[in-house]
């Protein structure tokens, strides 16, 4: 008797499996295929109808103007991608053509917070990307990776901060990239500092990590686990220009593991899924190693932060499937009925499954307003913008907002109205309402050198 709920309950998760990886499958193709389709309509019209040279008229110092603004970086989350990948698509949804002076960085897509945060300060500043001797030890990877020519914000310094914005998992990379300018962790970039990050701002960001289990022998990760160490190990250049899961500095490729590699990596034996290192973005998801990094991340007095949580469960649960993209609609009811696994000791003192149901589709509306666990920081809820006004540094701002996690990137169309809403509000709030009034200063730098300075 016992079989037949075994049975059944294998039987719906086989078709869970089954219509989650055809969705994704189907949605990544999509993706793909629009890409490359842009590209060959674009060389098509400019074959044929070639584009007249553009004479620019120069009024007043439009240029240097520019250049002045404090640059507006935009950090994409776990599957995203940057400018100059997968054609002319925009992770964004074009959103970065809303502002004069905004960067799209292209980090790994599925690589480890601390791996992203390297990336992104080599991307700003130039230089070859050094992801640390002792961390690219323990994960067997190598130490140096992409190099960058020219950094697209030289200058980046505590006199001239940059506002941050990261959408899901990329929200937490900004806070460990301020955390390691705090610590100054950046070989041969002496004098970094927290006042280097103006502002950040956290799209449905992973700021407390998300609920869920260990990864099953047989699930949807699974498959994208097998497919990227597949996609890495073929190495085809052409493909991995359009779309690169960041994984180059594990050295995958065939040319150099050969048959053997391949077969190492699948069995977890070597590569950023081996199970002695776990150097990709899934492991810094979980609540245990987001209370584990969040114990190291401070919220820095001078720096401004805003949130905005997403959320599309209601009451009853199935009312959370109107209106959600059909990439999350089985994860929303999954996220609403969470209850942690019995025998496990809960993850922090005080958790309540309760609190973890209401949710986006991708994560939890309560991990998205404000770091919370294992320490809560300063925080205040906001209901109306002019409620807030002036904005004080050093306290999370958050607003909970009515969408499903991927409603303002990807598909401008599909958020109509509320995505130009979103937008300019960041926007706006970067020129606006964001500003230091004189320039910082650093008392503990200055309390460290009078100190060096006496040991002398």
Known sequence: MNMIPLLLTSALQLAELLVSSVVHILFGLYLFSSAIAGDLTQTFLESIFKPKPIVEVKQGNTTTQVNDLTPIVLVHGIFGFGKGRLGGLSYFAGAEKKDERVLVPDLGSLTSVHDRARELFYYLKGGRVDYGEDHSKACGHSQFGRFYDKGEYQEWDEDHPIHFVGHSAGAQVVRVLQQMLADEMFDGHENTNENWVLSLTSLSGALNGKDGKSLKPICLLQ??????????????????????????????????????????????????????????ILPDLSIQETMKLNANLKTFPNTFYFSYAT????????????????????????????????????PYKGYIDEDWQDNDGALNTVSMTHPRIPVEHSNLVVRSDSDCLPLQPGIWYY???????????????????????????????????????????MPNKAQRKLGGDKEE
């Open 223 to 280: 498959i994208c686990r097998f497919g990227s160490i597949i996609y890495d190990w073929l190495d085809i250049s052409w493909l991995k220009s359009y779309y690169n899961f960041g994984f180059d500095h594990f050295n995958m490729s065939w040319k150099k593991t050969g048959l053997r590699g391949l077969v190492d990596c699948l069995l977890g034996n070597a590569g950023p899924f081996a199970s002695s290192s776990g150097d990709w």
């Open 311 to 346: 959320k599309r469960t209601r009451k009853p649960p199935l009312g959370g499937v109107m209106g959600i993209h059909p990439l999350l609609s089985i994860r929303v009811l999954q996220m609403s009925q969470w209850r942690y696994p019995r025998g496990i000791p809960l």
């Open 399 to 441: 607003k909970i907002v009515e969408a499903d996690h991927i409603m303002f990137i990807l598909n401008r169309e599909r958020a109509g109205v509320e995505f130009d809403l979103i937008y300019d509000d960041i926007f706006e709030r970067c020129r606006k309402h964001v500003f230091r009034q004189s320039p910082q200063t």
